[in-house]
């Protein structure tokens, strides 16, 4: 167990929906950051958040927007679903600040479906 | 931008028999590196990390992995894999001082009993 947790496990929307993702991480790790990761392919990085401001992003559009929490839980918001949406999604926490050395602490993940 | 390159889609041993994976790495500066697993059912966990020093890295369940800087190489081994060792396998880049982890696309190994 790594403390992190996830929910939804699944979850299905349609096209065009909004879907909330959340995230739970261990007490003290100030950063948190989330991955998509779709069938037969490794986590893309989406971007991380650290003391509840954006801390870098990859390459996914606006639509996809987060938010952290003074209580070490975030959310993963994405708008206007479409079908590659469709994956698993990770979060991962880590303590102190966004350096490379601290390991990443994966949750379980939320399995999206969009139909 | 940094990219990852796991050579091996699907793996497929006997049990007893030694496995390495290929890592390869595109990006020319100064790398942290790691090896996650993923077990059936389980969350992604780290097998073990290369920050700096001993080019030659041990992890946990006897897995190993040598960083190799001239070849952008990071290839994971085990010398004699058991049925439990059924996984993913990811190979992961960070730049040093970085924040964003790239993985490669995985390995899928199934050791037969």
């Known amino acids: 167990e790594t403390g992190v947790t996830q929910s939804p496990t699944h979850l299905i929307k349609t096209r065009g929906q909004q879907v909330t993702l959340r995230c739970s991480s261990q007490s003290g790790h100030n950063t948190v950051s989330w991955y998509q990761q779709a069938l037969g392919q490794g986590p893309q990085f989406i971007f991380q958040?650290?003391?509840?401001?954006?801390?870098g992003r990859g390459n996914f559009p606006p639509r996809f927007s987060g938010l952290q929490f003074p209580n070490y839980s975030s959310e993963l918001n994405v708008n206007a679903l479409e079908l590659d949406d469709s994956a698993l999604y990770l979060c991962a926490s880590n303590t102190g600040s966004p350096t490379s050395t601290d390991t990443q602490y994966f949750g379980p993940g939320t399995r999206l479906t969009v139909l | 931008a940094q990219s990852v390159s796991q050579h091996n889609h699907h793996v497929i041993l006997s049990e007893a028999a030694s496995l390495e994976l290929g890592c390869n790495y595109s990006?020319?500066?100064?790398?942290?590196l790691f090896w996650y697993v993923q077990y059936p059912g389980q969350h992604l966990q780290l097998l073990l990390k290369?920050?700096?020093?001993?080019?030659l890295v041990k992890g946990i369940k006897g897995f190993e992995a040598e960083f190799i800087k001239s070849k952008f190489s990071f290839n994971l081994r085990k010398p004699s894999v058991q049925w439990s060792d059924t996984a993913e396998y990811f190979c992961?880049?960070?730049?040093?001082?970085?924040?964003?982890?790239?993985f490669g696309g995985g390995t899928r190994v199934l050791v037969k009993p």
């Open positions: 990006y020319g500066g100064t790398v942290n």
């Open positions: 290369y920050f700096s020093g001993d080019p």
């Open positions: 958040y650290y003391r509840e401001e954006e801390n």
């Open positions: 992961a880049v960070i730049k040093a001082a970085g924040n964003k982890l790239t």
